[in-house]
């Protein structure tokens, strides 16, 4: 299937949809993940001002957040500024952002009949905010770079579901795998559905690229990421190219999730990200030469001096080299990132 949105202004810088295809590049294309968030000074600014999910559904105010880092910085793509927990939102559970403490799920799912309460038809009717934000940033990006949509993956969302916020263990929601594995699959499988129709209609609204993020994959086992999230990941792949879209980079991020790498390549996805914790040489050998690898500087690098970013930076692109490969941090920017050390980083990436 075509774009839906043949009048878009045309785009100027695909470096990122080359890397994600293993064409050659000009340059090494760079994005942060979390780019448009807490560490921006105007970010906060605007927070003051604003509910987050005011914020997330007001396609205006979204779409003026994703431009923020555009705005600042020389990065070769924008994400589009929503959260993962939109889905458990629209899928009747109360979603609450607690500045400095993260998401909170007052009523989490304690047992199965549990799910009886989630409101499961027609799940994406209630996201559509997030596809009118796609669109409109789709326009005011005038063609600079590509806009990636995203969701998170379902296990990553079922373990919110379930523990109601963060988690040091996730022993609750990994419990269920134990406890009640086909209610675990009835979980997973309303989640995925959700997902796959809410990412086909970010594509239709005009993402170019889409990113799962697997959050929390590192709680997991190898037998337990088999049994059942891998299907889930496999789904969600399948399902979009199955719907026409097969020129739209995949992206998937596992953080902790090099003890299933090998697992991953097999999922139907372009891109794979890594975490800070992985050596590239190990993961190329590991994905073989067909996949474009993300990643993957540590996050808390950004406070060293300019000068050791620039040298961190060039050890990581000389390792992962210049094909297939698309540089970012091992995992989102943290809200205390000096704004100065993401430009060297950039700048690092792009030059040195
Ligand atoms: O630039 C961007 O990427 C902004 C859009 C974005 C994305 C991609 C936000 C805005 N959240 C996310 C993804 C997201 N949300 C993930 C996956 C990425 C990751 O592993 O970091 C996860 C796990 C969440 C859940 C979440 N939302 C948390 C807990 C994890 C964490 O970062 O500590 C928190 C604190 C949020 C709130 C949130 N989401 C986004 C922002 C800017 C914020 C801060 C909220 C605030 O202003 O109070």
Request: charged share 20%; hydrophobic share 40%.
């Amino acid at each position: 299937m075509a774009d839906t949105h043949q009048n878009f202004p045309t785009l100027k810088n695909d470096r990122i949809l080359k890397a994600a295809r293993g064409e050659p590049v000009d340059k090494i294309p760079v994005w942060v993940m979390r780019q448009a968030g807490r560490y921006l000074p105007e970010f906060q600014a605007f927070r003051k001002e604003h509910d987050f999910f005011e914020i997330c559904q007001t396609p205006k105010l979204a779409c003026e957040i994703t431009l923020m880092p555009i705005r600042r910085y020389d990065l070769d793509a924008a994400i589009i500024f929503s959260d993962i927990l939109v889905i458990p939102q629209a899928l009747g559970m109360e979603v609450i952002m607690k500045p400095t403490v993260g998401p909170v799920l007052p009523e989490p799912l304690k047992e199965p009949s549990d799910l009886d309460k989630l409101n499961t038809t027609d799940v994406v009717s209630r996201l559509k905010y997030v596809g009118e934000a796609i669109t409109l940033t789709r326009t005011n990006l005038e063609g600079k770079v590509p806009l990636i949509g995203f969701a998170g993956a379902p296990w990553t969302i079922m373990s919110y579901m379930i523990e109601g916020g963060g988690s040091k263990t996730m022993a609750n929601s990994k419990k269920w795998f134990y406890k009640y594995p086909e209610e675990s699959r009835k979980l997973l499988k309303i989640i995925t559905d959700a997902t796959i129709d809410y990412l086909v209609m970010q594509i239709k609204s005009g993402a170019q690229l889409i990113q799962v993020f697997e959050s929390h994959c590192e709680y997991l086992s190898l037998d337990l990421f088999n049994t059942f999230v891998a299907p889930t990941l496999q789904q969600i792949s399948s399902a979009i190219r199955s719907q026409g879209f097969k020129d739209i980079p995949l992206i998937l991020f596992c953080k902790g999730g090099l003890f299933c790498l090998k697992e991953q390549t097999k999922l139907g996805y372009d891109v794979l990200g890594i975490d800070w914790t992985v050596n590239p040489n190990m993961a190329r050998e590991i994905v073989g030469p067909n996949i474009t690898l993300q990643g993957n500087l540590d996050p808390v690098a950004l406070h060293a001096p300019p000068a050791q970013i620039e040298k961190l930076t060039k050890s990581m692109k000389n390792a992962f080299g210049n094909e297939r490969y698309i540089a970012n941090l091992g995992h989102g920017i943290y809200p205390d990132a000096p704004t100065d050390a993401v430009q060297s980083f950039i700048n690092a990436v792009h030059n040195a």
